[in-house]
């Protein structure tokens, strides 16, 4: 097995991010039964811990904070180790509490990124500048140590940016090789925005046949990894953090070997230019995010 030797990106707050996360909502998502304890997520998010991911993405929609903290608690992995992420969206009108209350269902004091989940709110009763600004608050107080968007379009974050006093030092996207979201990714490095990406194995799990096939079998074959290993590779060399998930260990074993080699940059330029003969959007979101080719 491969060791996570995967690099981290410097965030706008100087911290380091791990580039590879373990994500606790699409397959681990729990929409019934929200007040008990799901084991079977909490292993594992457990079996993940013991295998190197250090970066655990979750949300307040995702129900899975609990079981987040009950792993983290059972690992024993020192907290400065770990980089935890959380989301708000349901509780938008209440930042402070709503963090308060992640922060209790985590058994955290702190988490060291906090996201607002989506720009689509449901309440008419704020603006994302308005919102912002209690994300702003929340890490003053010391309890987000970065803060940062999710889902956000470039006009979204046009935005907040014109009253921001601090950058977000993340906006999660979905993104993969057939949604290379071009004109968002650079445009926000450029102003101390990283991207990381949601649903980085779409092309392979949603998406088939496609034009990347055939490259993902001669490059699976020169590095002797799986296809996962590749894509997660390819979105790290590209400076964009890769959340993804998985309920199997040896999937996860997998994963980790995108830590064990490096792609040439000619191999990067040729995952870019084929996956750009698809356009493929994997979300099930049913929100409207405009053209989602920005
Ligand atoms: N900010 C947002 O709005 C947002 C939206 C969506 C997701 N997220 C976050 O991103 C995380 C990852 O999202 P994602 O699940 O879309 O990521 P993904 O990395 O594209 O997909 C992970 C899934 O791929 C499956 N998989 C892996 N290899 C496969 C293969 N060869 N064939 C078929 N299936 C395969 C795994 O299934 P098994 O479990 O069966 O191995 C796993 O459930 C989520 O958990 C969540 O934390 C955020």
Redesign the pocket.
């Known amino acids: 097995m491969a060791s996570n030797t995967l690099p981290t990106a410097k965030l706008n707050t100087g911290a380091e991010i791990p580039m590879l996360a373990y994500?606790?909502?699409?397959?681990?998502f729990k929409s019934s039964n929200l007040d008990q304890i799901d084991r079977k997520t909490v292993e594992s998010i457990k079996t993940a811990l013991s295998l190197g991911f250090y970066h655990l993405?979750?949300?307040e929609v995702?129900n899975t904070e609990a079981e987040i903290g009950i792993a983290i608690k059972e690992s024993s992995i020192p907290r400065e180790k770990l980089f935890i992420t959380t989301?708000v969206f349901t509780n938008m009108t209440t930042i402070p509490t709503a963090l308060e209350t992640s922060l209790i269902k985590l058994g955290l004091s702190y988490v060291d990124l906090y996201?607002i989940?989506?720009p689509f709110f449901t309440t008419s009763a704020l603006t994302l500048q308005t919102a912002w600004k209690a994300m702003e608050a929340v890490h003053r107080s010391g309890k987000a140590r970065a803060i940062g968007v999710?889902?956000f379009l470039r006009s979204h974050l046009l935005s907040i940016l014109s009253i921001a006093t601090i950058v977000p030092a993340i906006n999660?996207l979905?993104y993969?090789p057939y949604l290379q979201r071009e004109g968002i990714v650079s445009w926000s490095l450029e102003r101390g925005i990283r991207t990381a990406a949601?649903?980085?194995?779409?092309p392979?799990?949603k998406a088939r046949p496609g034009p990347l096939d055939a490259v993902l079998e001669v490059l699976t074959a020169k590095y002797g990894v799986c296809?996962?290993a590749v894509l997660l590779r390819w979105t790290v060399q590209m400076g964009v953090v890769a959340?993804?998930?998985?309920?199997?260990r040896e999937?996860l074993e997998g994963y980790l070997q995108a830590g064990g080699f490096e792609l040439t940059e000619g191999e990067v330029d040729e995952i870019s230019r084929v996956g750009r003969e698809k356009h493929f959007r994997?979300?099930h979101?049913g929100f409207d995010y405009g053209d989602s080719r920005e």
Do not use: C, F
């Open positions: 994500g606790t909502g699409t397959a681990h993405d979750g949300a995702y989301k996201l989940h989506n999710s889902n999660q979905e993969n949601y649903g980085p194995l779409v392979i799990r296809e996962e959340v993804t998930t998985s309920g199997k999937r994997g979300s979101w």
